[in-house]
């Protein structure tokens, strides 16, 4: 069974840091691609960044770029998000998701919340 | 902002086809997909690259794509079907998603 599990999630003062972690287990880690997705409780989908099976293409959203990075350790099945400079706006729940094979998200763990507020 | 436009709401009464859209540069060129997600629950996919549906995905969900909209069809829409909706393309450095759709089963 394909699981994934967000942790690392909190409240944050405004221009502070957090670290997120997504564990799995299930399926060969190092052969896909995996992504950060974000949600405003009430409102929609986000996506914030992805990278691809052994972390040599990384991508951002302009949202967050220059002050996320997203890395992996193929060794010990894990996903990470590095969140700098945190805002008021980066405030949601953030989502790790597995690449499916030709395309989409085909699994997803439940999400750590992350607050930014003083 | 989204660069993919979905309308916010969509009614359908039960039996009936319901029909999400979403619009947006050159979907034709990118790999479009759909995801349907409840209340407290993550996301599912629903339909990949364009029109492929996952296994355990009923035969009512289809999916299409021309030109710059893509379109999530379900038929005999069920009251298990009452859910938000999200497209979502694919190219080679981002993958966006468009800002939802409530679908209400009356």
Known sequence: EVQLVESGGGVVRPGGSLRLSCTTSGFVFGDRGMSWVRQVPGKGLEWVSAINWNGGSRHYADSVRGRFTISRDNARNSLFLEMKSLRAEDTAFYYCAKDALYGGFDYWGQGTPVTVSS | ?106
């Not at chain 2, 902002?1 to 916010?8: A, G, I």
């Not at chain 2, 009512?60 to 794509?65: E, I, L, V």
């Open chain 2, 1 to 106: 902002s989204h660069d993919l436009t979905q309308p916010p709401s969509v009614s359908v009464s039960p039996g009936q086809t319901a029909t999400v859209t979403c619009s947006g540069e050159n979907l034709g060129n990118k790999y479009v997909c759909w995801y349907q997600q409840k209340p407290g629950q993550s996301p599912m996919l629903v339909i990949y690259q364009h029109s492929e549906r996952p296994s355990g995905i009923p035969e009512r969900f289809s999916g299409s794509t021309s030109g710059n909209t893509a379109t999530l069809t379900i038929s005999g829409t069920q009251a298990v079907d009452e859910a938000d909706y999200y497209c979502q393309a694919w190219d080679i450095s981002t993958r966006v998603f468009g800002g939802g759709t409530k679908l209400t089963v009356l």
